[in-house]
């Protein structure tokens, strides 16, 4: 248990339609990454959270894009109108002791 | 921009080897080193993390090497075995204002035969 969880873990959507992932941290943390996956690449690096402030944003985050950390607690990231480009594993992680960054399970967005 | 490289893609070795995984990373302008595991169509397991002023981590059989100055790093893994099986990726963490984003490579596909 790396103490980050996300749901849902899999989601199945036809082009054009939103969705909606979560990111739900066991404890509060400072700081809030997402990253995109996808098949047989490393991570990409989306966006981070300082508390409540979305610091900065990758040039891979179009403006159909939004992600919000309310609270500075659990964080949530929209896909509007979405692609086929867009299917990929998305991934959330926090930094726990030492700088290390643990990451959730992922949510595989799958767009048909 | 920051790149890292990780080779060999993929690699397959008998049980009880000791074996050797390759990063490297053009921009020595960083935080630290983080290698992880990723079983398939899981998250990222954390493995070792190396600060930029550190040489080298262990943990079990596992030890990370840091040569910041040339921008590499190795992962050893020692008397390996069949659960080692999985994709190792190497990330370096940038960015201003100790941002800490990762930047990964692509990973280095591990298969232990037993």
């Known amino acids: 248990d790396t103490g980050v969880s996300q749901d849902p873990r899999h989601k199945i959507t036809k082009r054009g339609q939103n969705v909606t992932f979560r990111c739900d941290p066991i404890?509060?943390?400072?700081?809030l990454y997402w990253y995109r996956q996808t098949l047989g690449q490393g991570p990409e690096f989306l966006t981070y959270?300082?508390?409540?402030?979305?610091?900065?944003k990758s040039r891979l985050l179009s403006d159909r894009f939004s992600a919000e950390r309310p609270k500075g607690s659990f964080s949530t990231l929209e896909i509007q109108r979405t692609e086929q480009g867009d299917s990929a594993m998305y991934l959330c992680?926090?930094?726990?002791?030492?700088?290390?960054?643990?990451f959730g399970p992922g949510t595989r967005l799958t767009v048909l | 921009k920051q790149e890292v490289t990780q080779i060999p893609a993929a690699l397959s070795v008998p049980e009880g080897e000791n074996l050797v995984l390759n990063c490297s990373f053009t921009?020595?302008?960083?935080?630290?080193l983080q290698w992880f595991r990723q079983d398939p169509g899981k998250g990222l397991t954390s493995l070792l993390l190396?600060?930029?002023?550190?040489r080298e981590q262990t943990s079990g059989r596992l030890n990370a090497s840091l040569d910041k100055s040339s921008g590499r790093s190795t992962l050893y893994i020692a008397a390996s075995q069949p659960g080692d099986s999985a994709t190792y990726l190497c990330?370096?963490?940038?960015?201003?204002?100790?941002?800490?984003?990762?930047?990964f490579g692509q990973g280095t596909r591990l298969t232990i035969n037993p």
């Open positions: 992680a926090i930094i726990l002791a030492a700088d290390t960054q643990y």
């Open positions: 404890s509060e943390h400072n700081r």
């Open positions: 959270f300082q508390n409540e402030a979305q610091l900065e």
């Open positions: 921009d020595s302008a960083i935080y630290n």
């Open positions: 190396i600060q930029s002023s550190q």
């Open positions: 990330a370096v963490s940038t960015g201003l204002q100790g941002a800490q984003k990762l930047v």
